[in-house]
């Protein structure tokens, strides 16, 4: 398989962005990947690069966006950070990934199981790590059950993945708020902003 062109990007719909990142997860979890020559990718995308997403998920070594999406090289714009939030930074990335760049979709992915989300549910203090930390209880508090303060840590895998649940919306939700670019283009119909979560057990991915 051939790299996205940029006759190809320009004919993919924010709902055909979608629909291609659902069928490539569903060719993953089955162990169905795409056959790609991947140095034939390198050589097509040597003069430019036409990605049809932006995928902004953890660090976590089991969820790389290109693998459980069969997606090959040149195809997504990944963005990645300990809980899959956002900052000035990286609402930047994404403007220049959908705004100059031609990408029709942003997907924001968490998933089971998180470590930033467990050390969040935690209140874990360590270094620079206690700064990241700090962004992400927003969500542990957004999440009002259970109210008994023993089953809210990260020894209660359900809690865990409610709150990494609820950090997705609210990433979300700070996007379309603190980028006026992307939410106009969101409006108009260029984009679609959209959250998920990725089953590290199953290798499935669950669109919000």
Request: glycine share 8%.
């Amino acid at each position: 398989m051939k790299a996205i062109t940029k006759e190809k990007q320009a004919k993919m719909t924010p709902e055909l962005a979608l629909e291609v990142l659902k069928e490539g997860n569903k060719r993953f979890s089955n162990n169905l990947q795409v056959k790609r020559d991947t140095l034939q990718q390198v050589s097509d995308t040597s003069f430019g690069q036409f990605p049809f997403a932006t995928i902004l998920s953890c660090i976590d070594s089991r969820g790389s966006s290109e693998l459980i999406f069969d997606q090959g090289i040149g195809d997504i714009f990944s963005i990645r950070i300990a809980g899959n939030f956002v900052n000035e930074d990286i609402l930047g990335s994404m403007e220049f990934a959908c705004k100059l760049a031609g990408a029709k979709l942003v997907l924001v992915l968490g998933h089971t199981a998180c470590g930033a989300i467990k050390g969040a549910c935690d209140h874990a203090r360590l270094g620079n790590l206690t700064a990241l930390i700090n962004k992400i209880e927003p969500a542990v508090e957004a999440v009002t059950e259970p109210k008994d303060t023993t089953l809210r840590n990260s020894s209660n895998a359900t809690f865990v993945d409610a709150v990494a649940k609820k950090n997705v919306e609210m990433t979300i939700d700070a996007i379309r708020n603190s980028s006026s670019i992307l939410a106009e283009m969101e409006r108009e119909g260029s984009i679609k902003i959209v959250g998920g979560m990725y089953d590290i057990k199953t290798g499935k991915v669950h669109f919000y």
